[in-house]
Every structure is written in structure tokens, then in C-alpha cells.
């Protein structure tokens, strides 16, 4: 058994995740943690919920096998009905999100850092993305299936029965375009080479009828995700410098994904 303590309550942690284990116990997958018990708890509330037992996904020798594990169980998720609070709470950190950041938080930001040599490098790219109708794609109306909220890889493993996953207190609805570039543009999914990913990317529900919306999603994440290093570059040097390069390259004619 796992007891998870919830120190931080924000945002609705711990009503995701017992509503998202609720969801999900009855139907008896053997890749994600079945509920135990809540402890409503005033300061540190509680969910027990059984251990999964596996190895790291990423440290998998057999990569493209295990992420189409990951995929198998992702599609099987997807499928679970939404009811109750999930389906009407979106996940955290949404599309939508990551647009009002972009437009509003990082201007701002930018804009008090006038001297800065990177500034008008990112501000550039800033303006093409608004340029590109991407926006527009990332918040077009799209079926809801439910959604961890959390695309680290650090929190999947490979088991007996296929790939598992835990941390489930940013659950909400989502959809699968959003889900599959937010999973592949996440900065633990660079230890992944985008060969492989491409391979994978039918297994995560991009199709011919969707692919327009995908790279919308997929630019825009990596754009997020520069943001924020962008903020951290002093000690975050190389990651920044990574993630600046993927974004020109989303954005290039040598883009593996177009």
C-alpha cells in the first residue's frame, strides 16, 4: 500500500486524484494505483491506494516498446467515461493556459528585460507563433477524454502489464492532440529521440485528420516550456539553449513531425 500525504492542496490536488482513482478503480486496470481510503484531513490529507511495482520507463533498453506501452495505456484511460467533477474540471496546465502565459506573463516579462541580447530573439518567435493561427487550432472545440494533467515520464514505469503510471492530482479533461504534444514536448521527453516519437504518434491519437491541430499544440507547448527556461537560463544554460534550437526547428522546414 502507498499512503500519499498531500502538503500542498492548491488547485484541487487532492478532489483530482481521489475523483480520477474513483473513476478508475471499478474498471480493474492493473496500470494505474487502485483506491484505498481518503483521509480528509485539515492540514495534511491522504490517499491510500496500492503500489505499483516496475522499473523507470525511461531507463527501458526497449524504448519504442515501452512507450507504446505507455500509449496502450494512455488510449485506455482516454476511454474510461467522464463523470462527475473530471468532467466538468479541465486538467491543470491546459492549451489554454499555456496561450495566456505566452501572450500576457512572458511579454510582460520580456519587456523588463530591454537589454537583455536574448530578448528580441524571443520576442521574435513569440511573434510568429501569434502569426502562425496556431491559437486558434490549440483552442478549437475537441471531444474530452480524461487526462492525468502530467506528462513527466518520471511518473511511468514498465510493469508485467504493460506501462503504469501514478500521480494522478492534476487529473481533468483534456483531449488526445493535447495530451500527445504536451507528453512529447515535456523536457523529460527529450531523453527521447524524435525518430522514435514519430513512430509513435498514431499510437497517441494523431491522425491525417487531426495533424494540423497537433502541431499547433506541439509549437506551442515547446514555446511554453522555452518560457520557461528562458527564466532559469543563468543556471539552466544548456536546457535553454536545447530548447530555443527545438523551437526553431518546429517552426523549420526540418521538422520531423510536418
Same mark, same amino acid.
Given at each position: 500500500m502507498v499512503i500519499k500525504l498531500y502538503v500542498k492542496t492548491d488547485r484541487q490536488r487532492v478532489e483530482r486524484e481521489w475523483a480520477a482513482l474513483t473513476l478508475l478503480t471499478p474498471h480493474g486496470l492493473r496500470t494505474v494505483p487502485a483506491l484505498l481510503w481518503l483521509e480528509e484531513a485539515p492540514v495534511v490529507p491522504a490517499i491510500g491506494m496500492? &503500489?505499483?511495482?516496475?522499473?523507470?520507463?525511461?531507463?527501458? +533498453?526497449? *524504448?519504442? /516498446?515501452?512507450? &507504446?506501452?505507455?500509449?496502450? $495505456?494512455? $488510449?485506455?484511460?482516454?476511454? %474510461?467515461?467522464? $463523470? !462527475?467533477?473530471?468532467? &466538468?474540471?479541465? #486538467?491543470?496546465? /491546459? !492549451?489554454?493556459?499555456?496561450?495566456? &502565459?505566452? #501572450?500576457?506573463? @512572458?511579454?510582460?516579462?520580456?519587456? !523588463? *528585460?530591454?537589454?537583455?541580447?536574448?530578448?528580441?530573439?524571443?520576442?521574435?518567435?513569440?511573434? %510568429? @507563433? *501569434? #502569426?502562425?493561427?496556431? /491559437?486558434?487550432?490549440? +483552442?478549437?472545440p475537441a471531444t474530452p477524454v480524461l487526462s492525468r494533467g502530467d506528462a513527466n515520464l518520471l511518473n511511468w514505469m514498465t510493469t508485467h502489464d504493460g506501462a503504469a503510471c501514478v500521480d494522478f492530482e492534476y487529473? !481533468?479533461?483534456?483531449?488526445?492532440?493535447?495530451?500527445?504534444?504536451?507528453?512529447?514536448?515535456?523536457?523529460?521527453? #527529450?531523453?527521447?529521440?524524435d525518430s522514435t516519437w514519430t513512430q509513435l504518434l498514431p499510437d497517441l491519437g494523431v491522425t491525417d485528420a487531426n495533424r494540423h491541430q497537433f502541431a499547433a499544440n506541439q509549437r506551442t507547448c515547446a514555446l511554453r516550456w522555452l518560457a520557461i527556461l528562458w527564466k532559469q537560463r543563468d543556471h539552466r544554460r544548456e536546457e535553454f539553449t536545447a530548447q530555443h534550437q527545438r523551437v526553431d526547428m518546429l517552426y523549420s522546414n526540418a521538422n520531423p513531425y510536418a
Open positions: 496500492t &503500489r505499483l511495482h516496475g522499473q523507470p520507463l525511461l531507463q527501458d +533498453t526497449d *524504448q519504442l /516498446t515501452a512507450l &507504446r506501452a505507455l500509449a496502450h $495505456t494512455t $488510449t485506455q484511460l482516454q476511454a %474510461v467515461p467522464l $463523470t !462527475g467533477l473530471l468532467a &466538468r474540471l479541465p #486538467r491543470i496546465d /491546459t !492549451g489554454e493556459h499555456y496561450i495566456l &502565459r505566452l #501572450r500576457q506573463a @512572458w511579454p510582460q516579462l520580456l519587456a !523588463g *528585460q530591454p537589454d537583455d541580447p536574448l530578448t528580441p530573439l524571443m520576442q521574435q518567435l513569440l511573434a %510568429v @507563433w *501569434q #502569426r502562425s493561427g496556431d /491559437t486558434d487550432l490549440v +483552442t478549437a487529473a !481533468g479533461f483534456s483531449n488526445k492532440v493535447f495530451d500527445a504534444a504536451d507528453l512529447i514536448e515535456h523536457i523529460s521527453a #527529450r531523453a527521447i529521440p
